[in-house]
């Protein structure tokens, strides 16, 4: 058994400085407004070079101040300290976007000689992408004065409404009444205990009850919601963009038609969730399941996992794919970078802070000690891992497409979840865990694509004025049955006020990204399982290249292919094979 200090991390090795944090961000703030009086037009290629260090070291210190921050914050969400670092911090994100907008617009404004001279230097090698994407963005957007008023405003509007909605999730408690005794928790504690019991009628009863509190609070999130997508609407069409989809397509690095075609594809593939479910129902003894039905195990693993079981699971697997892998997850845990208490009062999810200064990263989730804890710690872990090799890339160079981050944490799912399918040492394990691999699969292949449709149905909604929470929960129920059609008997019409990514204001349309690393990463993952021995190394290729290239650059380099319909289809191959094998396995039960 591996070394695992706790369940709670340590932040010392990662804190920005000794100073006190609202100390460090003043004095950030000061050296972005020296950078910003020293920005011009019409710079020759050597001052680009000292101005491009300059900017990228403040924006390294600014991203690793709001990781940090963030952290303190996850954990105590009511934490009134940490929210006032919290708002701090955004403050110097919207400092900091202002400073990249007065850069870009000095790259913009470069002599093409100039440009020429600057963008082949060694100073800047790693980090063209994006130079020539902050130069190429600025005719999409309007005059700096405006732009700077703009991020100016979003502090308190666009921001705002994201801190807004964060705190009034973390309000939301659900009654549980147990031998007469009723307590009040937290909403994702009940999401988990509820949606995961084996327990058909605990699962009912704690969807009704998660449903009610829904309807009980909708029309304060329906505003926040109206008001975060009002702002955004307005400022795609301030900027002349008429495609609303523009953004994420260049924050992902990916064409609009790589995504049409992974969406049509998609759609063909619809009916292995169909059958999916069908075959569950039956094997629970329903006519059809409901949306609270669909994460519940149909069949159980005997064993609940420690902590410490859970980390030795995880280290042998990725060690299994390198020595270099095993051993960056062995310090994960041995150096206390993740945090695994479940709480109350913390962030609800999981997610992986990366900390550039430090070269580290820190991990947070609420561990309950199943499999599924397990998977989750593995993906959150990749993309620790891809931040190391990230890490040692110049600072512009560590902004990767939002999809081709979530590449290498699927990948690390892949690990565990086949792994663990092909030890099992039961009938009972390994069922659970192909269903485990299948729901993981269908949540990337319907029931996000299905949010990622409802968003931009709402957003195209809201042009023509605000929607009452009606109007989005009937929404949200279109769209669901699109995917779902009658393969539930109802479906989960509040899910737009439990999901996170829908507020997100730094990665537009935040869900449909996992859906493309899911399936991309399933393409690298095919070319291991051809090439285990030589292919580690390649692998860490592609992750040191992401910040660098487009996923379409990095698919024809490393896959040989581009991203069409062939593509595509072979991605979503090994979940069509794991839902043949589950109804093949599992015909004798029904």
């Not at 934490?79 to 708002?87: G, I, K, M, P, R």
């Amino acid at each position: 058994m591996n070394q695992v200090r706790d369940k709670q991390w340590n932040l010392g090795s990662v804190r920005p400085g000794s100073h006190p944090v609202k100390d460090q961000i003043q004095d950030i703030l000061l050296h972005i407004e020296e950078t910003q009086s020293v920005l011009k037009h019409g710079m020759n290629a050597d001052e680009a070079v000292d101005v491009t260090k300059g900017v990228q070291d403040l924006y390294t210190e600014a991203f690793h101040m709001d990781e940090y921050i963030i952290c303190l914050l996850s954990v105590d969400v009511m934490d009134e300290e940490a929210q006032e670092l919290s708002a701090r911090s955004t403050q110097l994100q919207a400092k900091m976007d202002t400073l990249l907008l007065g850069y870009s617009q000095c790259l913009a404004h470069m002599a093409d000689e100039d440009w020429e001279a600057f963008i082949g230097r060694r100073e800047v090698a790693g980090s063209e992408r994006f130079l020539k994407q902050q130069r190429r963005k600025v005719k999409d957007q309007l005059d700096p004065e405006m732009e700077k008023l703009i991020h100016a405003l979003s502090v308190d509007g666009f921001a705002g409404w994201e801190d807004h909605y964060d705190q009034e999730y973390a309000r939301l408690k659900v009654p549980v009444t147990d031998n007469g005794k009723t307590e009040y928790i937290s909403f994702d504690i009940a999401y988990i205990r509820g949606m995961l019991s084996n327990d058909r009628e605990t699962r009912m009863e704690m969807g009704e009850a998660i449903s009610k509190v829904c309807r009980e609070n909708e029309d304060r999130f329906a505003s926040i919601f109206n008001h975060f997508a009002g702002f955004r609407n307005e400022l795609y069409q301030l900027r002349g963009w008429t495609n609303p989809l523009k953004e994420m397509f260049e924050q992902n690095r990916i064409s609009e038609r790589s995504v049409n075609t992974m969406m049509e594809t998609l759609h063909q593939h619809k009916s292995l969730l169909h059958r999916f479910f069908e075959r569950k129902a039956k094997l629970i003894q329903m006519e059809k399941l409901s949306w609270y039905d669909i994460y519940a195990p149909t069949f159980t693993s005997k064993t609940t996992l420690t902590y410490e079981e859970a980390a030795d699971i995880v280290i042998e697997q990725f060690r299994r794919f390198s020595e270099k892998l095993g051993q960056f997850a062995q310090t994960a845990f041995e150096e206390g970078w993740i945090d695994a208490e479940p709480g109350d009062s913390k962030q609800h999810g999981a997610f992986c802070a990366s900390f550039p200064n430090a070269k580290e990263s820190r991990v947070m989730l609420s561990f309950t000690g199943n499999y599924n804890d397990v998977v989750t710690i593995a993906h959150e872990l990749g993309h620790a891992y891809h931040n190391s090799l990230l890490h040692e890339q110049p600072g512009f160079s560590h902004k990767v497409g939002t999809g081709l981050a979530e590449t290498a944490s699927t990948f690390a799912e892949n690990l565990v979840l086949d792994a663990a399918i092909d030890m099992a040492e039961t009938e009972e394990d390994r069922l659970s865990l192909l269903e485990m691999k299948i729901t993981n699969g269908l949540k990337y292949t319907t029931f996000i694509p299905a949010k990622f449709e409802f968003e931009a149905a709402f957003y195209k909604k809201r042009l023509n004025g605000k929607l009452s929470a009606g109007d989005i929960v009937q929404l949200m129920e279109e769209t669901e049955r699109n995917w779902f059609h009658d393969s539930v008997d109802e479906v989960f019409t509040h899910n737009w006020m439990t999901i996170p990514h829908f507020f997100s204001t730094e990665k537009a349309f935040y869900n449909l990204p996992y859906t493309i690393g899911y399936l991309f990463s399933n393409g690298v993952y095919s070319l291991y399982q051809q090439d285990k021995e030589t292919f580690p190394e390649r692998y860490d290729q592609l992750l040191t290249r992401s910040g660098n290239h487009s996923m379409d650059e990095l698919s024809i380099e490393f896959l040989q292919e581009e991203l069409g319909t062939d593509f595509w289809e072979a991605a979503v191959r090994p979940l069509k094979e794991a839902v043949e094998m589950y109804l093949e396995e599992t015909e004798k039960y029904s």
